[in-house]
Every structure is written in C-alpha cells, then in structure tokens.
C-alpha cells in the first residue's frame, strides 16, 4: 500500500505546518511513564531554529541545522557533556512511500526520520553490553535505567552537537497545542508520515475517541543468556534485546505503525507512531530508506573541529514552495541506493 497524497495536498501539509499555533501552559509531563530522570526543558536554544520543507519531483525535501524550536534542556548536564550545535543536514523523502514485503531494521548508522522542526529522530545508542555493538544488547534511554542526560522532550546531544529525539518530543508537541490530540510530528526515512503518541481507537474511521496508543512490544519473561553471550540477569528493559513483538499486544505491528486515517490523511496511510513505550521510536522501516538519512560526520567534527557548520537556509514553509535552494539540490543518491539494506 502507497500513502495516498497528492502533490496539492502536500503543499496544504507544508502550510500547515508552519500555520501550527504556539502551546498554553500545560505544565511539564514526559511522554513516557515512570521515567523520573529528564531534564527540565527550561532553556532557550542559543541558536536560532532553521528549518525548510519543500517539494521537488517526487520527493519532499528538508534542509535543517537541527536546532529545535522550543525550550530544551540544560547542556551540557550531568549525564550529557556535549554541547548542542547547529549542523547541516540534507534530507530527502518519497512523496508516494511505498510499503516493503520484508521490514528493515533501524541499524546505529541510519536515522529514523526528522522532525517537522527539523530535529533527527533517532532511537538507538552507542552504549552495547561489552561494546558488542550490532548486537542486541543496546542500552536504552527511556526505560530508567541510567542517566545520558536527557531533556524533557527526550533528547540530548551527540559528541559532535547534534541534538536527537530518542521518544516522543514533548514540547515540539505541546508548541503545536497537540498534546492529547493526532499530531504529526514527522517524517520516517521511507517517506511515511511520524504521529504520536496518541490516535484514534478505530484506525480505520478515525472514530471511537482519541487515546494513548499501546505498543506491541513488552518485556520477556525469564533471565538473559549470560556472559560471554549475554549479559545475564532478568530481562527489565535495560537492552534492547529485553523487549518481544507480540502480534496484537497493542496497536500497532512490529515496525510501530499503523493503517489509518489522520487529520493530514483522510484517505488513509501507514502512519508511525511514537509510543511511550517501547521502541518510542519506531526500530523497523516498513518501507526503504533514502540514503540521505545514513549519518555522516559533520565537517568540522571531522577536521577536529568543536561541530557542526550553519548558513542562512531561508525561512520555514511556505505554501507552493516548491523551488530548490541556493546551488540547487543537495547530492543524493537514488532512493534505496544505500549499499546497506
């Protein structure tokens, strides 16, 4: 199943967007129950948000130096000694995303998806149980266990000063006034639409009242294997390896997402859906990534530097935009080109 949206209707989705209110005060609430460890998203960013969604061909283009739009956390923090940093970051997604016969796994090295402000969507962790990276005991964040620093809106910084989302970004929802409704918060690497964490009790029909959507996911019952092949003790939801699909368990499939109509949908799509349980962030593309979202250092973080570089991008959405920036195009590869899936 392809998403059905037209190019028209993609222009009306960038307008909206930008048109998108500002928050009352709702008074602080993580998305995610029992985690007593956030941040206190107090602090205006240092640096501006910039941030621009257009349309070219097929595909929907973002250009962003990854600074959210609203208040984050204090950094560097006890757990987060990095320094958040504007970058410039080059996405590009399928108008028409198209479903796969087989899922595909989010691996360390490719983000999920971006944020309608621009900010990467990312689940994964560079902490693995004896640096066994690409097994599946990677450590999570947003399950109480241990402290790397995270905002309010589940976020902090990398090494080279990009500021991610590992769960469903709390104020980028609240200054949308979404908070209890169907809100997009963004777009996954395959082109399909990111909402959360809550929607429609009937998916199909867009009826039966809004509700905090469940997961399928949950914790296996038993022990881990214990070294050298694992890190023994209970599974609790410290790894990721800790966690089981349960087809029908809750709401959505193993990818995290749904079919259903939404307030930007009402002919229907295969939405994601940010839950706040695990994954939080979807682990499964349902269709093909592009390329453009595989991680690259940033220039200057490469050459020793202290981060990513910005420049003036331009303004936000515009209605009808649907022109390229300054030197046109960035360099992107054919979609699905990626030499990794």
């Given at each position: 199943m392809k998403a059905s949206i037209s190019r028209r209707k993609c222009l009306v989705l960038a307008a909206a967007m930008v048109a998108a209110g500002r928050a009352k005060a709702f008074g602080l609430r993580a998305a995610v129950r029992g985690v007593g460890f956030l941040e206190p998203c107090a602090v205006r960013p240092r640096y501006k948000n910039r941030v621009h969604f257009f349309i070219s061909g097929q595909y929907w283009y973002?250009?962003?130096?990854d600074i959210p739009d609203h208040n984050g956390g204090r950094f560097p923090d006890r757990g987060?000694?990095?320094?958040?940093r504007p970058?410039?970051?080059h996405f590009r997604m399928p108008l028409q995303p198209r479903e796969n016969a087989r899922l595909l796994k989010v691996v360390n090295h490719v983000d999920f998806g971006v944020a309608i402000d621009g900010v990467v969507l990312?689940?994964?962790?560079a902490e693995f149980w004896h640096n066994k990276r690409g097994s599946v005991w990677n450590v999570t964040l947003l399950t109480g266990f241990g402290n790397l620093g995270l905002d309010a809106s589940h976020a902090h910084g990398q090494p080279d000063g990009t500021y991610h989302y590992h769960g469903a970004p709390t104020e980028l929802i609240k200054s949308r006034d979404g908070w209890g409704k169907v809100v997009l918060i963004g777009y996954a690497a395959d082109g399909f639409p990111v909402y959360g964490p809550w929607g429609y009790?009937?998916?199909p029909r867009a009826a039966g009242g809004i509700r905090l959507l469940q997961s399928s996911h949950r914790i296996k019952r038993g022990n881990r294997p214990n070294p050298s092949i694992g890190p023994g003790?209970?599974?609790n939801g410290?790894?990721?390896g800790d966690s089981e699909y349960v087809p029908g368990y809750g709401d959505m499939d193993e990818a995290n997402g749904r079919h259903g109509v939404t307030p930007e949908y009402p002919d229907g799509t295969y939405y994601y859906v940010a839950t706040d349980q695990y994954p939080f962030i979807p682990r499964y593309f349902r269709g093909r990534p592009d390329r453009s979202f595989y991680k690259r250092p940033s220039r200057n973080f490469r050459q020793g530097g202290q981060g990513g570089r910005t420049r003036p991008f331009g303004g936000g959405l515009a209605p009808g935009d649907g022109g390229l920036p300054p030197g046109g195009p960035p360099p992107f590869g054919p979609p699905g080109a990626?030499?990794?899936y």
């Open positions: 973002c250009v962003s130096n987060c000694p990095n320094t958040i970058q410039e970051f990312d689940p994964g962790t009790k009937n998916a003790g209970p599974y410290r790894y990721t990626d030499g990794g």
